[in-house]
């Protein structure tokens, strides 16, 4: 058992790998999209290790995600194979579609389009994945209620009847003759891996795992000999043999040794994770990762450096060393980093730097009220979630900005009845309407008086605003004042009894 990635992130709700072995996860509760490789270090307990950039466009970040699938079928358009495509359940109901290709060490994406959308405010895809024919089925939850057990666990409008599975088909071309793979004979099994549909290969492996060693290497072998070296799937071929004879624990070892000095960076790539977990069954593995370490290509010499994070510390930062000689661009640099101090044992976490905590303006009392309203702003479900670490909101999935907004720095009883009882309709920040078909979370029931205060304080003076601290004592007030009312507050209900200031 190892922790592949210990990152700073909630759930983990889609993981998706690319015809080379790279994956890639939606981070859920946050927008982002990002390669797993560079955060898969060895971690050191209680600490998350860097994390990449994300792969998601700005103006097409959506949250919350469930599922996550690349476009890998001949059914669908060949300039469509290789994209990711990404479910949304609030605010955008619905698929996105993103490119995603070869940038530096890493990756860039840009959207392509919205593969399906719904006016159906109850429509919730949650997971998809390409079937056999090469069709995408896409799993609709379709639940009233969704959200951080914010909703009572036997409120009746929790729905436990329906849900729909919906397929998508590409008309104009036809559906792919699904390939045999359960019950198939090994030599059917192995043609089956030089197939374009990733996910028939990846049943495919998984079968062959479960059959005979002896004679699907028998017949593995025969098969490698039997591939055309011109045909340009040739090192992919030859990967996909790697992995079956990974995947049954006896990883070949001149079928390795080609693909570490394969002609595309991807094979050597793949080559060098297969070379990081098989140390135990190969013996010159340090030797072949101080090789890898001295790649021409970035994404090669960035899995020997995670791969040297998992080794004694002197062998480790010998492939590091190597590593060094050879520019890092931005995926490689806190990897790198990160890796080097915990072999040479000297990590030492970074001191949490907040400008009010070192503004004399401010008492020790405030400054501690400050970083508890700081926690419970960043905690999962709480503000954070929604409004972003930056307080700069998400336009496309209907989160309000709460940096420069006239809600949080103006009249503080109507600031705190907001968060008491959460929020819901049309409403206008900044200037900018939004549709409030996603409610603000009530938090009257989660947060006592001393909490509420605290994380208002934090956002009255974080994200470049500086207005008064709200006291427990007022939201005690507004707490007792509003105890019989029912419900999210509207827009308009708010500014009845508290019009916005004049400027
Ligand atoms: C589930 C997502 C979500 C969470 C979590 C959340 N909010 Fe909101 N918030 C919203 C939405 C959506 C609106 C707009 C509501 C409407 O349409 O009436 C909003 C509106 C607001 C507003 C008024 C508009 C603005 O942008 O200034 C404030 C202030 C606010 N939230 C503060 C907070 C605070 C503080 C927390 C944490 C204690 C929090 N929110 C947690 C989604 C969320």
């Known amino acids: 058992m190892e922790r592949t990635a210990q990152l700073s992130i909630p759930n983990p709700w889609g993981i998706a790998f690319d015809a080379w072995g790279q994956h890639i996860f939606a981070e859920t509760s946050g927008p982002d999209v990002r390669w797993m490789m560079p955060g898969s270090i060895k971690p050191v307990y209680g600490v998350a290790s860097p994390i990449s950039p994300t792969l998601v466009e700005e103006k097409h970040m959506v949250r919350p995600t469930s599922g996550l699938e690349y476009v890998y079928s001949s059914h669908f358009p060949a300039e469509m194979q290789g994209d990711f495509l990404i479910n949304n359940v609030i605010g955008f109901l619905g698929t996105k579609q993103h490119q995603l290709?070869?940038?530096?060490?890493?990756?860039?994406s840009i959207h392509r389009q919205d593969l399906m959308q719904s006016s159906d405010p109850n429509f919730r895809p949650v997971d998809m994945e390409f079937a056999p024919d090469g069709s995408l089925y896409i799993a609709d939850w379709h639940n009233m209620l969704i959200g951080h057990m914010q909703h009572n666990a036997r409120d009746p409008l929790r729905d436990h009847v329906h849900g729909r599975i919906y397929r998508v088909t590409y008309p104009s071309k036809s559906l792919v003759a699904p390939a045999k793979v359960d019950g198939a004979s090994i030599n059917t099994l192995l043609d089956n891996l030089r197939l374009p549909e990733y996910r028939t290969r990846y049943r495919t492996r998984r079968e062959l795992r479960g059959r005979n060693d002896k004679e699907v290497l028998t017949a593995l072998n025969a098969w490698v000999k039997d591939l055309d070296k011109n045909d340009t799937a040739y090192e992919h071929n030859l990967l996909e043999a790697l992995w079956v004879t990974w995947g049954l624990n006896k990883v070949d070892k001149d079928v390795l040794n080609s693909l570490l000095g394969a002609k595309d960076f991807r094979a050597r790539a793949a080559a060098v994770r297969a070379l990081r977990y098989n140390g135990h069954r190969i013996t010159n593995q340090l030797e072949l990762l101080q090789k890898a370490a001295a790649d021409e290509h970035g994404r090669v010499r960035l899995e020997a450096i995670v791969a040297a994070s998992w080794l004694d510390k002197e062998d480790g930062l010998s492939i590091l060393k190597i590593a060094s000689l050879k520019p890092m661009d931005v995926w490689m640099k806190d990897t790198y980093e990160r890796a080097f101090v915990y072999l040479n044992g000297t990590y030492k976490p970074k001191e949490n730097r907040e400008e009010i905590l070192t503004d004399p303006k401010f008492t020790a009392a405030e400054k501690e009220i400050f970083k508890k309203g700081k926690e419970i702003y960043l905690r999962d479900g709480f503000c954070a979630t929604c409004h972003q670490k930056n307080g700069l909101g998400l336009q496309s999935s209907g989160f309000p900005p709460l940096s420069g907004s006239e809600w949080v720095n103006q009249n503080s009883e109507r600031l705190i009845k907001l968060t008491l009882k959460g929020m819901y309709g049309p409403i206008k920040v900044k200037g900018a309407n939004y549709p409030g078909q996603v409610p603000m979370t009530p938090y009257g029931g989660m947060l006592k008086d001393d909490?509420?205060?605290?994380?208002?304080?934090?956002?009255?003076?974080?994200?470049?605003?500086?207005?008064?601290?709200?006291?427990?004592?007022?939201?005690?007030?507004?707490?007792?004042?509003?105890?019989?009312?029912?419900?999210?507050?509207?827009?308009?209900?708010?500014?009845?009894?508290?019009?916005?200031e004049k400027k």
Do not use: C, Q
């Open 451 to 500: 909490e509420i205060a605290a994380v208002l304080s934090y956002v009255r003076n974080s994200f470049g605003n500086k207005t008064s601290f709200v006291l427990p004592e007022e939201v005690k007030v507004i707490r007792e004042k509003i105890k019989n009312k029912k419900g999210f507050y509207t827009s308009e209900e708010l500014l009845k009894d508290h019009p916005h």
């Open 101 to 108: 290709t070869d940038d530096g060490t890493g990756f860039k």
